[in-house]
């Protein structure tokens, strides 16, 4: 039994069937021996039956022989000659079948050899007398007659004989049998009574134990499943490690972690920070949580048995009801907003997720606390708001377009600007804003990929000058910036700002002017006085007073200084307009060194400095003038600043990239760090009395700013108060340009880019 045990329920059910199967298999082994033997005893005694009737008729068939031949001697009627014949055929066919019937009986086939003999000698007599009959030898037939039935009758004895030898067995077999076959027939009919009772009986007894070690464990189980569910403490584990224990095993297992389970849900809903409580039929507090008191001011105890209601405002009674009454009939969690009135007079915004359970007729509630989130939400619809007053107040247009380029909302500063209402310019084509597009179609799926794909091209994430169209038919100009962001529906969007640069644009056309206006109605005329000056000054007109060529020469270096303001002014104003003419050839270094030195080695030597040039050999792609320009512009500044007797260090070398840097570095006071980020800014100067004492406009670092960007390089500074100062620029060499004009900057972009250093 407790073998048994030990085997899974598969095993058992094994066995069960194995152990009757393998008897049943026994028992037909054993009655198909038993019927074997009965059909053998039958065999037998039907061959003893066949052997006597086949000896009694060969003897027959001997006498017969005899008798036709007699008749036909004295007859010599054909009738007897056929039987005679007929007979003849007969008898060694008999023997061969009686043959056949003895089988391997060695003593019945000796008695069958002699039988064979005796025929054969009877039928060689009666086979003689015939011929002698039919030949009509009279004599030798009387002579074979007489002899004949002699001779026959002793071959009838003898054959007689022989035959009750051979069935002497068979008859003996013969009483025998039907006794046998009734014993036999009786030990098969015992042997299926046992057999069938002692295999029910086997199959009942397996069937008994392997029900009684199943239900048995199975009801262990099943009132383990009922304890569980009352609570009770489950009764002690099954043994063995068959499948009923196995799930025994599994099942306790559960109801353990059923019980870690049940003790951290408790522990999450006594330490939750939102109140969870149930609430019965009549809306009353059955179970509430500790966070009552830290949510609400209420110990659990002052809440159980009472209206949940009575801690709701007043305003939101109503609608409070009429969402606990949805919950029943809903078939997930339902959740809704009220106010519940603290202990201390309070209120706190409580979000509801209710779920109704049918089978403890009861409530469950989870309330979290969302003030702080609808305050959150308070304030960022206050947010929303001033950005919208804000966007609606904005003095630059504001269009929201789709990825095809479909208008999806505008604010007011857009409508004012066109001279059209919102509704009007909503679901139309971007392309109809601009007078740029006037020889595409608005229609032309094609025209407005193209379209899209130029204003892309110059606006999205950078500044686009454009012509667009007003309502009336008038053309203005505006400046565009596409800036791409994903809408919360997760499609692509633009967002355009356009500023009207109308009155810029004016203010440009008026500076040109002005500008021509130095250009030609001041540099003349100063040069001209210059001119004189210096006439009067080396006294072309005659020798001048002391004090008068004093006056003279103040007369001729502010005018110089004068007409170094203008020229500055020039090139900073086409700076701003991309229109400083640049013409770029391939030009050395050494080349450009060469020619700054020419031009202020006189100036470095009326100020006491030295000049260390220490040029590369590298080639630049560029325009040489204007790079003297800039060298000469920083080591004038070098010299300046520098104290006599100093040296001002100029070099180049190529860096990583495939860039040309050169540095002019400088002995004299620094630059304080508060000052580097404007010192490239027009009309800056480290202190404002360097104007007087060292001269200068302030606009020359800008310049040099603008010309070095315009070659597609940078320029910076790298200074330390009382130390020195290193002013560098780098440019691509020669190789790494492409052989095409320099794209002049933006007049917006030449004004950020002031603001690098």
């Known amino acids: 039994m407790r073998l048994n045990l030990q085997l899974k329920i598969s095993h058992k059910g094994f066995i069960l ?46 006498y017969d022989a005899g008798v036709a031949m007699g008749g036909y001697s004295i007859t010599k009627s054909p009738l007897f000659s056929d039987r005679y014949d007929k007979i003849v055929r007969q008898i060694p066919l008999d023997l061969q079948e009686l043959k056949g019937l003895v089988g391997d009986n060695d003593k019945q086939q000796l008695i069958l050899g002699r039988l064979q003999t005796i025929t054969s000698d009877g039928l060689k007599i009666l086979g003689e007398a015939k011929a002698a009959i039919d030949d009509n030898r009279v004599d030798v037939a009387q002579f074979r007659a007489r002899h004949m039935y002699k001779q026959i009758r002793q071959l009838a004895d003898q054959l007689q004989d022989e035959l009750k030898g051979l069935t002497e067995d068979e008859r003996k077999i013969e009483s025998e049998s039907p006794e046998q ?9 015992m042997f299926l009574v046992f057999g069938v009772v002692l295999n029910i009986g086997i199959a009942f007894l397996l069937l008994y134990y392997f029900l009684r070690s199943i239900s048995t464990r199975l009801s262990t189980v099943t009132d383990n499943s009922f304890r569980l569910a009352r609570g009770q403490k489950l009764r002690p584990p099954l043994s063995g490690n068959d499948e009923i224990a196995q799930l025994d095993d599994a099942f306790r297992s559960m109801a353990e972690a059923l019980a870690e389970a049940s003790r951290k849900e408790r522990a999450v809903i006594e330490n939750a920070a939102d109140v969870i409580c149930s609430i019965d039929m009549d809306g009353k507090f059955v179970a509430v949580n500790p966070a009552s008191y830290e949510s609400w001011g209420f ?7 009472r209206r949940f209601i009575e801690v709701i405002m007043p305003e939101d009674v109503p609608d409070t009801i009429r969402a606990v009454r949805s919950v029943r009939g809903a078939t997930s969690k339902v959740n809704f907003e009220n106010r ?5 007079g309070s209120m706190v915004n409580v979000l509801w997720s209710a779920d109704w359970s049918e089978k403890d007729r009861a409530l469950f509630c989870v309330a979290h606390d969302i003030t702080q989130r609808k305050l959150v939400e308070e304030a960022i619809k206050a947010n929303e708001a001033r950005i919208r007053n804000i966007i609606n107040n904005m003095m630059v247009g504001l269009i929201i377009i789709t ?19 919102s509704h009007e310019m909503l679901g139309r084509h971007v392309m109809s804003l601009f007078a740029d597009a006037r020889h595409f179609s608005v229609s032309d799926p094609n025209d407005r990929q193209s379209f899209m794909e130029t204003l892309f091209t110059k606006a999205l994430n950078r500044i686009g000058e454009f012509d667009c169209l007003s309502a009336n038919g008038e053309d203005f100009p505006v400046e565009i910036s596409l800036t791409e962001f ?9 967002m355009a700002n356009v500023l009207d640069v109308s009155e810029r644009k004016e203010v440009e056309r008026m500076k040109k002017e002005f500008v021509s206006t130095v250009s030609h109605e001041l540099r003349t005329p100063l040069t001209s006085i210059r001119g004189s000056l210096t006439l009067l000054a080396v006294g072309a007109m005659g020798a001048l007073p002391e004090q008068a060529k004093k006056v003279v020469n103040i007369a001729e270096r502010n005018t110089i200084r004068l007409i170094g303001l203008i020229n500055d002014i020039l090139d900073v104003e086409k700076l701003e307009a991309g229109k400083l003419d640049m013409e770029l050839v391939d030009v050395s270094v050494a080349s450009i060194f060469e020619r700054s030195e020419q031009a202020v080695n006189t100036f470095a030597a009326n100020n006491g400095v030295l000049l260390d040039m220490k040029p590369s050999g590298e080639m630049v792609h560029a325009d040489g003038d204007r790079l003297v320009q800039v060298l000469v512009n920083l080591i004038s500044n070098a010299v300046k600043f520098s104290p006599k007797g100093a040296a001002v260090t100029v070099s180049s070398a190529e860096i990583p990239g495939g860039f040309i840097e050169v540095h002019v570095t400088d002995r004299g006071r620094g630059i304080p760090e508060s000052f580097k980020n404007r010192l490239f800014q027009r009309f800056q100067q480290v202190e404002a009395s360097d104007a007087k004492k060292k001269g200068g406009t302030g606009l020359g670092l800008a310049i040099c700013k603008g010309i070095v960007e315009q070659h597609g390089g940078t320029i910076g500074v790298e200074s330390e108060e009382g130390k020195g100062s290193t002013f560098w620029f780098r440019i691509p060499k020669a190789q790494n340009l492409l ?11 030449s004004m950020q880019s002031n603001q690098a250093f």
């Open 181 to 189: 076959q009734n014993r036999s027939r009786a030990a098969v009919k």
């Open 340 to 344: 519940v009135k603290k202990r201390d």
């Open 299 to 305: 110990y659990p105890d002052e809440l159980m048995g």
């Open 486 to 494: 994903v809408s919360p529906d997760g499609a692509v969007r633009f």
């Open 403 to 421: 990825r095809d380029g479909l208008i999806e909302s505008i604010n007011p500063r857009t409508e004012s600007m066109f001279s059209t209402r």
């Open 17 to 62: 069937v194995l152990v009757p199967l393998v008897f049943e298999l026994v028992f037909l082994i054993v009655l198909s021996v038993l019927l074997q033997q009965a059909e053998v005893e039958v065999q037998r005694q039907v061959r003893s039956k066949a052997i006597i009737s086949q000896a009694n008729a060969l003897s027959k068939l001997f």
């Open 739 to 749: 052989k095409q004009p320099v794209q002049v900057l933006e007049p917006a972009a």
